[in-house]
């Protein structure tokens, strides 16, 4: 009985955190997560494939504040090596707290062969619920971006090659359209199998020299009427070796925070 009420008590946490969703980085929530072109540090959690085009080393981490409850937040971060024969990147991921939690931890290699960039990742998954035998999975991703012009670069990314209902196969493709070097607006789709598609939308404008302001969008579900919309708002700094990241996010369950910062390092050696 005890195990059972635990259940139905965490369901909500459940539902949450078992989306096969591990995108983070207050920069694509900020962009509705319309991130996958994106070639930073958070590339290492959004699409590996991008990881291929950083050119400095770095350490970042991210904390995400769900509807203000405790057991609902997201911390997050890792590195990247940047070498001219790889890049590589590990990151860390957990959601929940002591009753029920799932955490992630990765290893990402990516390159870039003149305009294509190109990288694979191996997670560990691991999901636990008090007073349950705690489960563990490997996931394996892959992704890549396309510069087909200085100004439009398409990208896509798959993660969990095995699919199953608790951790589900999730597939994402997008472009991105920068006509100059201070705006950018990007739209990309997502989907998993046994899901309805999300369409994802952010524009991101340098106002001044290391000062951003993004928004976006995000829409999953194919009846207008009954379609979740959820809208997203962010500020970005770059001061030397810092970028400092805040975003928010309005939902149907509440408001979402998110904060995050880079520690840059050497260019690629």
Known sequence: MRRLLCLILLAPLLALAQDG??????RNKA???ASITL?????????????????????????QNRYNLQG????????????????????????GDDHFNQQLAGIVLANRFQMVSLGIGVNVIQTHIEGQQTDRIIAV????????????????????????R????TMKAGISFRPTDNLMLNTEVEKQ???????????????ISNVFVRSGVNIQGNDVHKAQVN?????????????????????TLGAIHEISLVYLLNKKL
């Open 31 to 33: 962009l509705s997560g």
């Open 39 to 63: 070639n930073d540090h958070w590339s290492s959690f959004n699409n590996p494939g991008a990881l291929g085009s950083v050119q400095n080393s770095g350490a970042f981490v991210s904390f």
């Open 72 to 95: 609902f937040h997201v911390i997050g971060g890792g590195a990247v090596y940047s070498n001219r024969l790889v890049n590589t990147g590990v990151k860390y991921y957990k959601f």
């Open 193 to 207: 199998i046994e899901a309805n598609e999300r369409i994802k939308t952010g524009l991101e404008y340098e106002v």
């Open 231 to 251: 809208g997203t708002f962010g500020l970005g700094f770059r001061l030397k070796k810092f970028d400092f990241d805040y975003a928010f996010t309005s939902e």
């Open 166 to 169: 608790d951790n589900p196969t």
């Open 21 to 26: 969703i591990y995108d983070l980085g207050a």
């Open 141 to 164: 991703e892959m992704g890549g971006t396309a510069e087909i012009t200085k100004s439009i670069i398409l990208g896509a990314h798959i993660f969990n090659l095995q699919h199953s």
